[in-house]
C-alpha cells in the first residue's frame, strides 16, 4: 500500500510531519510526500500522486485563512478534491484546519493534531480495513475534537 | 437490481443500517455498503460502486453539520454528486440531513428514517417502476417530513 | 424532432403535464417524459434522455423550496445542467419555480404555467425554427411573468 | 477569422446587433449569430459554436437581472463558459451587462453598447493581433466604462 | 524549463512585466507571455501554454475588483484554474491581487510586487527544487506580505 501525502507552505504547523509521524504505526505503508505553496494547488498535485506515482490513496493537508476570499479558495479546493477523485476513481482525504476553529494556537495546534492523526487512520483503513469504517457508521466520528457520538433512541 | 448504499461515520444516525433495513420489503434487491469518513469522501464512492461493483443506482446517505463551512462542503458534495451521475449516465439519490433542521435529536432521527425509507422507494422504483414517480409528479411529496401536497387549481 | 420532459415529484404542480399539453399545438414533435425526485435528479435525466433516447432537446422543470440549503440545491442544477449540456453539445432548458416568487399559491400556478408555457415554444423553436429567436434578440422576453421589453433609444 | 455570437431574448438590449455593427469596422471577419433564451443557454451555444461552426472565438453577451436567484446563475453561467473554453481550448470573450449597474436606463444601454464594442475588439485581436493585448497588460482597461489607468509608480 | 505567464489588461499594474524581470534571476528558464482581458479569460490561455507551447508550469496573474460580481468571477477563475490543471497534470500558480487588499495604491503595488516575485520563485522550484518547497511546509509563507511563520510547539 502506499499513500500520497501533500501539504502547503502556506500551513502554520507542519502537516505532512505529524501524517508521517502517524505513518510509523502501520507496518508496510509506503508513502510520497509533496509540498505545494497553498490549497488551490492541491487537487492536481493529490491526481499526479495517484496518477503518476500510483498511490492507492492521498491525504491532503490544507490550512485556510480567516479572510473571505479564503473560504472562496475553500470551495474551489473542495470541488477540485472531488474532480480529481472522480477522474482517477481513488479516494483523496481532505484534512482542513481553518484559521477560525480557534482563538488560541495552542489549540489550533491540538485540533490540526488530532484531524491529522485521525484521518491517517481512516485513509489507511480505507484501503486496508473498510470493515472498520462500517462498523463506525453513524457513531458521531469527528476528527479535530472529541467524538460527538451516536443519536441513541 | 443492485443498489448501492454510501454512508459516513461523521454521522449521528445509523443511516445505512435504516437503508438496509427498507430494503428488505423488496424482493431481489440485492445491495452493497460502504463507509466513508465525511459527505465530501462520498461522490467517488458512489461513482466506484457505480463502475467498479455495477450497481444500477446509488443512494448516498449524508449528514451535514451547523458551521458555515459545512455548508460549502454541502456544495461540493451536491456538485460532485451531479458529475458523477453525468460521468456513468446513473442515478444517485442524494438522502442528506442537515443537523439545523431540528433542535430535537428525536425529531432529527424521526426525519432521517422518514427520509432515508422513502428515498430507499424511490430508488428501487426509478429502476423497477418508475411510471410511479411520473404519476406523482407535481404531488408535492417530501422525504423528511409529511407531503405537503399539490396546489389545487 | 422528439423533446425530453423531465419533471419532479417535489414540485406542487405537474409541471410535465402542462408541458405536455401545449406539445399538442405543434405537429409531430415527439416526447418522452421522465420523473425524478428532486432538482438534483434532474441533469442526469436530462442527459439520459439526450443519448440513450436520442432526444434532440430537454425540457427541465424544477421546483425549488425557500429554505437556504434548496437555493444551494440550485445552483448545483444550473452547473449540472450546463455540464450536461457540454458533454453533448445539445440544449437543456431549465424552467425553475422558486416558492418565493409568489405568496399566493394562485398566483405561483398562474407563475409556472406561463414560464412553462412560453419555454415549450423555445424549445421547440430552437430546432424547428430558430430564427425566431434571433428576431426576438433583446426584446426583453420573460417567462411567468408579462415581458419587460427593449429599452428604447 | 469566423467569430460566433451568441445572445439572449432576455436582454432587454440588442446587444448581438451591435457586436455585428462594431464588427463591420473590420474587413474579413466573418461571423455567425445565434440567440438563446437566456445565459444559462449561453455556453452550449458557443461550444456548439466553436465544435459545429468551426468559430475560432466566440463572444457572449448575456444580460443579468437584480434578483438573488439571477446572481447565483451568473455563477453557474461562468463556470459553464470556463468550462466550455477548458473543452475546446478556444476563448470564450463573455460580455455580461448587470442590470443593477445603473439606475438609468439611458446609462445602461450606454454601459451595454462601450463594454461590446470594446469586447468585440479584443475578440477580433486575439486572434489577429494579440501583440495588442499585451501592450495593454496592467493598464486598468475597463469596458463598459472609461478606463481607469494603471497606478503609477 | 519552460513557464507560461498569462495577465490581463484589467490589472492596474503591469504584473507580467514584474514576473519576467523575476525570472531574470533565473539561468535557462524560458517563459512565454500572453495577455487576456480579464480573470475570467485566464483559465483557458493557461491551458493553451501548457498543451500547445509546451509550458512546463504557468504563472497566472489576475487583478480583481472590489464588486460583488468580482467575487463571483473570482469563484469562476478558482474552479476554472484547478480543472485546467487537472486536465493536463500540470500546475498553474495562481497569483491574483484583490483590489480591498489595501486602501492606498502604493501599498497595493507594493502586495503585487511581493507576491508576483515569491510565486515566481515559487513556480520555478515546483519544477527544478521540489524539496524546497518541502523544507518550507507549515511554515506560515505569505506572498504579498510578510511570512507569518510557524506555530511553535
Known amino acids: 500500500m502506499k499513500i500520497g501525502i501533500v501539504d502547503t507552505t502556506f500551513s502554520r504547523i507542519d502537516m505532512g510531519g505529524i501524517a508521517i509521524d502517524e505513518l510509523k504505526n502501520y507496518a508496510g505503508v509506503r508513502y510520497i510526500r509533496r509540498t505545494v505553496p497553498g490549497i488551490k494547488d492541491i487537487p492536481v498535485e493529490a491526481k499526479k500522486l495517484i496518477e503518476e506515482e500510483r498511490c492507492d490513496i492521498v491525504l491532503t493537508l490544507g490550512w485556510v485563512g480567516k479572510a473571505e476570499k479564503d473560504a472562496l479558495s475553500y ?7 472531488i474532480m480529481a477523485e472522480l477522474m482517477t476513481n ?18 489550533l495546534l491540538e485540533i490540526a ?6 484521518h491517517v487512520r481512516n485513509a489507511v483503513d480505507m484501503i486496508r480495513n473498510p470493515e472498520r469504517l462500517v462498523r463506525e457508521a453513524g457513531k458521531g466520528k469527528r476528527q479535530g475534537f472529541e467524538d460527538i457520538g451516536p443519536i441513541l433512541r
Not at 470551495?75 to 478534491?81: E, F, H, Q
Not at 481513488?90 to 489549540?107: L, P
Request: no cysteine.
Open 75 to 81: 470551495i474551489a479546493l473542495s470541488v477540485g478534491k
Open 90 to 107: 481513488k479516494h483523496i482525504i481532505d484534512v482542513t484546519v481553518h484559521e477560525d476553529e480557534a482563538e488560541d494556537e495552542r489549540k
Open 113 to 118: 493534531e488530532n484531524r491529522i492523526r485521525k
